[in-house]
C-alpha cells in the first residue's frame, strides 16, 4: 500500500489534539499511530495510515512517520506533513497549523480517540513499554526488523482464511487506487 501522507498528518493532529497542548513527545506520536494503524487493521482490515511497520528497539514504528518526525520530508516528496507539523522543543511534535480532518472517517477518528484514551496519558517511556508487549514486535538489536500485516492478523486471532481474505482486499484497493491516480 502506498504512505498516505495527508492522512498521517492529520491522524497525528488530531492526537495532538487530544492531548489539549498542541505538542507531544514524538515517540508517544508514534507510538500511537502505529496503535491506531494496528487496531483499524485488526477491526477493519485496513490501517489508517498505509504505512510500512517496524520494530525497532523502542517498540513497533511506523516507518514514513517516523521518518517524517526524525528527519523531516525529502525536497522529492509533499510537504504536507512540515506545513501542519513540525519539531517542538526537546523531542517533542506540535501542530503549527491544523491539517483538518477530511480525510479521516469518523469512525477512524472514533478509533483515535479511544487509542488516545488508553495509551494518552501514558509516559513516553511506559507507552514503550506497552509496545513491547505486543506479539508481533521482535527486538531488532540495534537494527529494524519488519512487520508484516499478515503478523498482525495472526496475533489478532484471524483465521488463514481471512488474512487472506483483507491482504487480497488491501491489494484490490491499492491496484484501483493507482488506475485512478494514473499511476
Known amino acids: 500500500m502506498d504512505f498516505n501522507e495527508t492522512k498521517a498528518t492529520q491522524a497525528a493532529a488530531y492526537l495532538i489534539k487530544c492531548r489539549g497542548q498542541g505538542y507531544m513527545s514524538y515517540m508517544k506520536l508514534i507510538k500511537l499511530l502505529y496503535f491506531a494503524d494496528r487496531?483499524?487493521?485488526?477491526?477493519?482490515?485496513?490501517?489508517?495510515t498505509a504505512d510500512t511497520f517496524y520494530s525497532m528497539d523502542r517498540g513497533p514504528v511506523l516507518s514514513r512517520v517516523h521518518d517524517l518526525v526524525t528527519e523531516g520530508a525529502s525536497p522529492q516528496e509533499p510537504h504536507f506533513w512540515e506545513q501542519h507539523l513540525q519539531p517542538y522543543g526537546d523531542h517533542e511534535v506540535r501542530m503549527v497549523a491544523d491539517p483538518s480532518n477530511g480525510e479521516l472517517s469518523e469512525a477512524e477518528e472514533e478509533l483515535l480517540v479511544e487509542v488516545f484514551e488508553r495509551f494518552g496519558k501514558l509516559g513516553r517511556w511506559?507507552?514503550?513499554?506497552e509496545s513491547h508487549k505486543l506479539p508481533e514486535w521482535e527486538d531488532p538489536q540495534g537494527g529494524r526488523i519488519p512487520i508484516r500485516y499478515a503478523d498482525i492478523l495472526r496475533f489478532g486471532k484471524k483465521t488463514p482464511q481471512q488474512i487472506e481474505a483483507i491482504l487480497g482486499d488491501l491489494c484490490a484497493s491499492e491496484y484501483v487506487h493507482k488506475a485512478l491516480a494514473g499511476g
Open 39 to 48: 487496531k483499524a487493521l485488526l477491526r477493519w482490515g485496513s490501517p489508517i
Open 126 to 129: 511506559a507507552i514503550v513499554d
